[in-house]
């Protein structure tokens, strides 16, 4: 494969390596629809079928491996008319409506369309899909129809869906196990055995190892319910009882997961739909591992275990939800590397990059069983536990995860900086693993401003800025615990690192900082994201800050959408690339949250405003993992990415970030206090409530309403001591 460098102007073309595991657009995209539990999800269609379509990723997922790569279903060999396919609220059930065509059998009409309703729920549960279809014949005469499933099953790995080809591979089988049971069986090369069962009720009037079919006469105004459930290396023997149960267990669990969240409700009832559906998404995304709650990156290329991608999440939903952050904190550090480890980027104290637990992992086709190759996760590690320990207090938890954080802060002063001049760089250890290990780790996502890649060691701009807030936040929790000695040694760190990060990055000929310094020191002079980031991290200084805002919000990085990954007047500008010119959400999240340290609000107010109506283009309002850069035209929407995971999770908690930059919540658990620092509110909103805001065992229900740039806020309700005040700065 091949990819067009983004310029007329460079007339190389770059190979896309297999080892940077690209992900293809193999062919059009039709509508699809995920459901997620645990660690299993589906990508169906929108008539809830799988594999009817080409050029999709559908399938049934278990652990990194499709348990299911063809569910068809049909009436009288025909493809049923669709009415409507729709995600529950809270995303835990797909309900499908479905009617037949006209059904011709030797030219003449034997089933006029419309007569039978057909719908059809699917959901997920415990390791299995469950789908009803319940049948409602409208009509005034008696019919009589097939209906007929058609499945089958490849056991591939998601490195295989994704376009990775395998020489190699395991043994399938399929065989009928009773009148109502097929079991699909894998045995692969890494000696384990993998099993799809499917189960129908009532039993079908024919069953062979890939299709089911029944026979079923209907009177007017008669009904009838068939089940379907697919195990996946599960015992079997689902009923239809067990559909019920499921069914209700499912949507039960689905509020368990938010149980301890703050609520905002709007004036703008479309950014209450948005703010709805990105809970939703977080919702489904959150898994309960053995460390408690994590969110998984997204669906379908990421549903599993990201440092970068939790961390970000749950700095983002920290404000409402830091439940999350423990259990980020808590599941990576149980992962923490303690050795080395070439072929897994893997050195003492390094932070999980990537969890896989597919075929191919186990095997080391590709090196994400356990994958340290992110630059970044390691400082961002140590960067949540102390936002955590800012915003709750809970002193348990961080000295339970002190030895890991002390682990991370080593692995920065040694490993982490590869030349030893004070800023980390990454370089692959192995030819196999990411050449770029930043959050833009695309093989050409680093480069100079004449079009060429960048080679490392490579110090990318925001890396220096996450140590430098991690060594801050390190220090304080250092001090709160007694630790004044090492306390003032991260201080001291931290303030040499801003000192040597604005020498060595700021380059006012962009008015921003370099994107990275490559393997000679030689600055990446590109217009990039990453600037704006720095400014998350607070390492910029202040007139540097203001300048670096400046050069976000032009038309060259600010397409009207949001703020670009790169900026549209460089050599490698391309907004329909995945790094070199696309919007990402979290991304603007980060740089809002940026601005708002440095009290710059109205530069938040235009991307907050920016991405809210990119949302209402969207499908179901949901902000994907990215969409194209393109310049924002009047009258029509952002144009979309397509293999960008939607729903995914930094994408999800993007309009929680956006709030707390707008009203600069803050938190000081020692006194008790709840604190907005510049508030106001976009446009947009008039009034923001706010429900169950938490701090300790005390919470309060807040509104704020904007006048004009000014906002005013009243307590609803307040339980325990728990105080709020505003601060202008």
């Given amino acids: 494969m091949r990819v067009l460098a983004a310029s007329s102007t460079i007339k190389s073309v770059d190979r896309v390596p297999e080892t940077d595991f690209y992900i293809p657009a193999t062919g059009p995209m039709r509508l699809r629809r995920n459901l997620k539990h645990d660690d299993t999800f589906a990508v169906v269609d929108s008539h809830g079928d799988i594999g009817a379509s080409a050029g999709g990723t559908d399938g049934i997922f278990h652990l990194d491996t499709r348990y299911l790569s063809r569910f068809e279903f049909l009436l009288d060999d025909t493809e049923l008319l669709l009415l409507g396919s729709n995600v529950r609220d809270d995303n835990s059930v797909l309900t499908v409506d479905l009617t037949n065509p006209d059904i011709y059998v030797d030219e003449q009409l034997v089933l006029q369309r419309d007569v039978l309703h057909i719908s059809r729920t699917v959901f997920l549960w415990r390791d299995a899909a469950y789908q009803r279809f319940h049948i409602h014949n409208h009509g005034g005469e008696k019919v009589s129809f097939r209906l007929s499933f058609t499945f089958s ?254 682990a991370a802060l080593a692995w920065m002063d040694g490993p982490g900086d590869v030349d030893c001049d004070g800023f980390i760089e990454y370089h692959r250890q192995t030819d196999q693993g990411l050449a770029n290990q930043g959050w833009k780790d695309s093989h050409d996502a680093v480069f100079h401003a004449d079009g060429e890649l960048a080679k490392g060691p490579i110090a990318l701009a925001e890396v220096q800025g996450y140590v430098f807030m991690a060594k801050r936040l390190a220090a304080r929790a250092a001090r709160r615990l007694g630790s004044e000695a090492l306390a003032d040694r991260l201080d001291t760190q931290a303030t040499e690192l801003a ?132 310049r924002r035209r009047r009258g029509r929407g952002p144009t979309l990415y397509p293999v960008a995971c939607a729903p995914q999770a930094w994408a999800a908690a993007t309009p929680f970030a956006l709030l707390q930059a707008s009203l600069g919540l803050s938190f000081n658990p020692k006194q008790n206090e709840i604190r907005l620092i510049n508030p106001h509110l976009p446009s947009f909103l008039d009034e923001v409530i706010i429900r169950e805001l938490r701090l300790g065992n005390s919470s309060l229900n807040l509104a704020i309403v904007r006048h004009g740039e000014q906002v005013s806020m009243r307590v609803l309700r307040r339980e325990g001591q728990l105080r709020v005040s505003a601060i202008h700065t």
């Fill in 153 to 406: 099953n490849d056991f591939a790995d998601i490195f295989e869906v994704r376009g990775i080809r395998r020489e190699r591979r395991g043994l399938a089988t399929a065989r009928v196990t009773d009148r109502n049971n097929v079991v699909l069986s894998y045995n692969g090369l890494d000696d384990k055995s993998r099993s799809s069962e499917l189960t129908f009720d009532p039993p079908p009037t024919e069953l062979t190892s890939s299709a089911a079919s029944y026979t079923i006469n209907m009177e007017p105004q008669g009904r009838y319910s068939l089940f379907v459930a697919v195990t996946c290396d599960g015992s079997g023997g689902t009923r239809a009882a067990s559909f019920f149960r499921g069914l209700i267990s499912a949507a039960r669990a689905s509020k368990d997961v938010s149980a301890n969240t703050a609520t905002v409700e709007t004036s703008n009832d479309l950014f209450n739909r948005t703010l709805c559906r990105s809970m939703a998404d977080l919702r489904m995304l959150i898994t309960e591992t053995e460390q408690g709650p994590y969110p998984y990156a997204g669906i379908p290329w990421y549903s599993t275990t990201f440092g970068r991608d939790g961390i970000i999440t749950a700095i983002q939903m920290l404000w409402c939800d830091p439940g999350i952050a423990r259990g980020v904190l808590k599941r990576l550090a149980a992962y923490q590397a303690k050795s080395f480890d070439p072929i897994s980027d893997a050195e003492p104290g390094k932070i999980l990059h990537e969890m896989r637990s597919g075929e191919m992992a186990m095997l080391r086709e590709v090196p994400f069983g356990l994958y340290y190759g992110s630059v970044d996760s390691t400082p961002l590690f140590v960067v949540l536990a102390g936002l955590y320990f800012e915003r709750t207090g809970d002193r348990a938890t961080i000295l339970e995860l002190w030895p890991q954080i002390e």
């Fill in 499 to 630: 000192v040597r990060f604005e020498a060595a990055f700021w380059c006012p000929e962009i008015g921003a900082y370099a994107f990275a310094l490559d393997g000679e020191k030689r600055q990446c002079k590109v217009r990039t994201s990453n600037a704006g980031q720095v400014l998350f991290t607070g390492v910029a200084s202040r007139e540097h800050a203001f300048a670096v805002a400046d050069t976000l919000m032009r038309p060259e990085l600010f397409s009207g959408w949001g703020i670009r990954t790169v900026s549209r007047e460089e050599r490698r500008y391309n907004p329909m690339s995945y790094h070199n010119g696309s919007v990402w959400p979290h991304d603007n999240a980060l740089i809002a949250l940026g601005f708002a340290r440095y009290g710059l609000k109205r530069p938040i107010n235009r991307v907050f405003k920016g991405l809210f109506e990119a949302a209402t283009y969207m499908d179901i309002s949901r902000l994907p993992e990215l969409f194209c850069g393109f």
